[in-house]
């Protein structure tokens, strides 16, 4: 009997397609029939409305909005000529995707169920709301073996006696005391074909336990200090699952003779970028500012950028994304330490795996078929994202040493759930922090591949008028500063300020970096000027604000007659003499009277009452209730 059932991501990032091509393995795995798309294919691969189960895997973006790629099938469904029948015999469920940093936290997953519910579509399994900011995978987990349990449920009726065949069928290994490993794709024979093997090899967790401590093991010639990482305290006892291993799927062909051209390589191999209302520019970084004193906690940095050469538009309040780079040092050592020293730079071909067991298996469309690993690691895959559990699953079956590898599956298994959050998650553990840890293992740099995410571009916010010029923009960032320890094993600085502020600080050569325009559907002054503005901002978040206040400016040169409304900012840095940004500039807009009132509040000074922007919205509520309820002001929050 046919278990088919509809499985839709809407994705941004690649999260939700990531997190769905999960559930197609396991529900495969299960005896189930899932048909995956994408959501963007809509009336090309499925018709809604012909549907009668569906699982759909979405994520929020800006203010609650659909990722890019639902917008089609969002209009389509929003029509108000539909009836409140037109999805009456489909049952759903929807697993939303979000950060409970921005206010309307998996707000988009939520319009979806209302308008599915509005349409006459009914529930079969509750729906589920993963948090990015706390770990994804805290309610993915779980979520994913309920929603196992619903779909039997729903074929139970017609189907009870397949249900009862692979009632026994797990996709993860259970793991009393033994570890089960699937030696089809051990390290004895990286060479060998991926079948799923019958027989399993056990390790007996009571040898592991009386072997030397784990604090014993070396990285580097030195002990961990941090042995949480590389011990369980105290141990894990009793049965533990592991994820299923993943199929491998890529393979590396390399032609040593061949010469290639990386710099006319596509970025990215043309992937389309997040949010963008442009093609990549190649912008010149015309002057660099410090704009921090050198005894502040954080060190910020003004970029100006020329765009003369580009059709780019922008307004105030608009923001851009930088294509950036991954630390080339940190890169060099990644690839010592995969042993591909030899063809990091040598022309290779990625290709599919012939006879992978892998359904729907592709190339990510991230990477070019034809390069260089190097240029891989560069400018394609994202090194220092926390790796994820099937990650750390498959990094087990190419850790020899015993001890590691007990504990890379303790650290992927659902039992080890909080000392992933806590070891690797929330220290922000890199694939290279991994790899020094445990020093036996050493995958095929093909697994890596399939496994990194995207290098995502990061956007700014710009802090310039094109009204002053429409051919520069400005943005600031602070430089991140990431110190070693918590597991963390060697200092580094943010992705894309570290690589702004060491390589591109050369103006004299006006050195290029590749942007793009950014969506922005709200944030912007409003079009009558004489509305009042209430401007939030701590730290660099004071960049659109600066801005907003140039374009006034400009307005007010360019129109002497303009009835414009007051602004008052409130503004929070930690010192008044060391990090306080844009201060000669914000008190000259005061005084030519484009900002109406200043407020700044200084939370590590002692000698200011009002130490946080809020404690100063606070101490002027009074004013701002009568801005807010007597004059209708628009409130501008950012950073």
Excluded at 159 to 173: E, F, G, R, V, Y
Excluded at 237 to 262: K, N, R, T
Excluded at 290 to 311: F, G, P, W
Excluded at 513 to 538: C, E, Q, T, V, W
Aim: proline share 5%; charged share 25%; glycine share 6%.
């Amino acid at each position: 009997m046919e278990r088919r059932f509809l499985l839709l991501f809407g994705s941004q990032t690649g999260q939700s397609q990531a997190v769905a091509e999960e559930i197609f393995e396991k529900a495969l795995e299960h005896g189930f029939q899932p048909d995956l798309h994408n959501i963007n294919e809509t009336e090309k691969k499925f018709n809604i409305e012909k549907e009668t189960l569906l699982v759909l895997v979405i994520s929020s973006t800006g203010d609650g909005e659909p990722p890019d790629t639902a917008l089609k099938f969002w209009r389509r469904i929003r029509k108000k000529t539909l009836g409140s029948d037109y999805l009456g015999n489909l049952r759903y469920t929807i697993l939303g995707l979000g950060d409970s940093n921005y206010s309307n936290f998996c707000q988009n997953p939520k319009n979806f169920d209302l308008r599915f519910q509005q349409l006459g579509a009914q529930h079969f399994y509750s729906m589920g709301f993963a948090d990015d900011a706390i770990g994804l995978e805290i309610v993915v987990e779980p979520w994913i073996d309920g929603l196992l349990s619903a779909l039997k449920s729903q074929f139970s009726e017609k189907s009870s006696s397949l249900d009862h065949a692979i009632s026994d069928k797990n996709p993860q290994t259970d793991l009393n005391l033994k570890r089960q490993i699937d030696e089809t794709d051990s390290v004895k024979d990286d060479n060998k074909q991926d079948n799923v093997a019958n027989e399993f090899t056990t390790v007996d967790l009571a040898i592991v336990s009386t072997e030397k401590e784990l604090a014993d093991i070396k990285v580097d010639e030195k002990t961990i200090e941090v042995s949480s990482l590389v011990k369980s305290i105290p141990p894990i006892e009793g049965q533990i699952v592991v994820p299923a291993l993943p199929h491998s799927f890529l393979e590396v062909h390399y032609s040593e003779d061949e010469s290639i051209d990386l710099d006319s390589l596509c970025i990215q191999n043309g992937a389309a970028l997040p949010s963008a209302t442009t093609d990549i520019v190649m912008a010149n970084i015309v002057n660099v500012s410090t704009l921090t004193r050198q005894d502040a906690v954080k060190t910020a940095l003004e970029i100006q950028l020329e765009i003369t050469e580009s059709e780019m538009t922008f307004e105030p309040g608009d923001s851009f994304g930088i294509v950036c780079e991954n630390s080339r040092d940190e890169v060099e050592e990644l690839i010592l330490r995969l042993s591909v020293t030899n063809v990091a730079d040598s022309v290779c071909y990625l290709k599919l795996k012939e006879g992978t067991r892998k359904k729907n298996a592709a190339i990510p469309p991230f990477l070019p078929t034809r390069t260089t690993i190097r240029h891989l690691l560069v400018t394609c895959c994202d090194i220092r994202t926390p790796i994820k559990k099937g990650f750390i699953r498959m990094l087990a079956e190419y850790t020899p040493n015993t001890l590691e590898k007990a504990r890379l599956q303790e650290l992927c298994s659902r039992q080890g759930s909080s000392q992933y959050t806590h070891f690797i998650r929330e220290p922000n553990l890199s694939l290279l922090d991994i790899l020094k840890a445990f020093p036996s293992c050493c995958p095929p740099i093909e697994r890596i591949l399939e496994h990194l995410p995207r290098l995502l571009p990061r956007p700014y916010s710009i802090s310039s008028s094109p009204l002053v010029s429409r051919k520069h923009l400005n943005f600031v960032f602070n430089i991140v500063e990431i110190p070693s320890g918590s597991g963390r094993q060697y200092s580094r600085k943010g992705v894309c300020t570290g690589w702004l502020s060491s390589s591109q600080i050369d103006c004299n050569n006006k050195p290029k970096i590749p942007i793009y325009g950014r969506k922005n559907s709200s944030f912007h002054l409003p079009s009558d000027l004489s509305i009042p503005m209430i401007l939030i901002g701590a730290g660099t978040g004071l960049a659109p604000f600066i801005g907003f206040l140039q374009h006034r400016e400009a307005q007010v040169k360019q129109y002497q007659d303009l009835l414009c409304g007051p602004i008052w900012l409130f503004f929070g840095c930690r010192h008044n003499e060391r990090d306080y940004l844009y201060r000669s500039e914000l008190e000259r807009f005061h005084e030519v009277g484009i900002l109406s009132n200043i407020s700044v509040s200084f939370s590590r000074d002692n000698s200011t009452s009002a130490r946080y922007v809020q404690d100063n919205i606070l101490l002027h509520s009074d004013s701002v209730c009568k801005l807010l309820l007597e004059q209708n002001a628009v409130v501008y929050v950012c950073g």
